[in-house]
C-alpha cells in the first residue's frame, strides 16, 4: 500500500514527483540493504535525507542544515532550516519532525500527537520562510505495530492510513509495501508517513 496526495496546487507540479520518488528510495533501501533496515526508523535526519535524495534525482537541488536567517515579529537571529529546496525558479524551505507512534492500543492520542508534530514544524517554518520562498511544515509518522498483532498488520495499516487521511494536509505521502517493512525488537515497523502543511502566518 503506497499513496501520494497533494491537495494544495501550487505543489502539484513539483512535489508529485519528489514524493513519489521520495517512496521509491525508502522502498529501495529496505528492500537491498545487507542487514535488515529501514531509513525511517532512526530519525527525522536521517528519513529527511531521503527527502533530499528524492528532490536531487528529480533534477531540483537540495540542501540539509541550510543556513538561513530567521525572524519572528520581535526579532531576528542567524539560523538553518531542516531543508532548503529549489525546483525550477520556486524556492522552498522545511522545518521537519519524526514521531513514532503504536498502533492499535489509543488511536485518537497518537492522531494528537502526530497533528501536535505537524503544528510544531508548521510553527518553525514561520520563521524561516522568507517573502520569494514557500514554507512548509513536515512530519514523518514511523507506526509499529507489536509483533503480537502481526497476523493483523494489513487491517491495522488500512485503519492507520484512514485516519491519517482525516488530518487537515496540503501533502501526504505513505509506503506500506512489503519491501518497505522490517522489524526491531518486539514491533513490526510497516513503513513511514509524510505529511505538509504550510504555516499558518500571524501579523
Known amino acids: 500500500m503506497e499513496a501520494t496526495k497533494i491537495k494544495n496546487q501550487k505543489f502539484e507540479q513539483h512535489f508529485q514527483s519528489i514524493l513519489k520518488q521520495w517512496i521509491d528510495l525508502i522502498n529501495h533501501y529496505t528492500g537491498n540493504i545487507t542487514d535488515k533496515d529501514a531509513a525511517y526508523w532512526y530519525n527525522e535526519r536521517a528519513t529527511l535525507s531521503v527527502l533530499a535524495g528524492a528532490a536531487w534525482k528529480c533534477d531540483y537541488f537540495a540542501l540539509e542544515e541550510f543556513c538561513h536567517s530567521k525572524a519572528t515579529c520581535k526579532t531576528s537571529w542567524n539560523g538553518r532550516v531542516d ?108 513503513g513511514v508517513a509524510l505529511l505538509g502543511r504550510v504555516p499558518r502566518r500571524t501579523p
Open 83 to 190: 531543508l532548503w529546496l529549489q525546483c525550477k525558479e520556486e524556492q522552498y524551505v522545511i522545518e521537519a519532525k519524526q514521531i513514532k507512534v503504536s498502533i492499535p492500543p489509543q488511536r485518537v492520542t497518537a492522531l494528537k500527537r502526530i497533528q501536535s508534530a505537524l503544528q510544531r514544524a508548521r510553527r518553525d517554518v514561520v520563521c524561516s520562510a522568507e517573502s520569494e520562498q514557500t514554507g512548509l511544515g513536515v512530519v514523518f509518522v514511523v507506526p509499529k505495530i507489536p509483533l503480537s498483532h502481526k497476523s493483523q498488520a494489513e487491517m491495522l495499516v488500512s485503519h492507520f492510513v484512514q485516519e491519517l487521511e482525516q488530518i487537515d494536509y496540503d501533502l501526504l505521502a505513505y509506503t506500506f509495501a512489503p519491501e518497505s517493512k522490517t522489524t526491531f525488537g518486539n514491533d513490526l515497523y510497516p
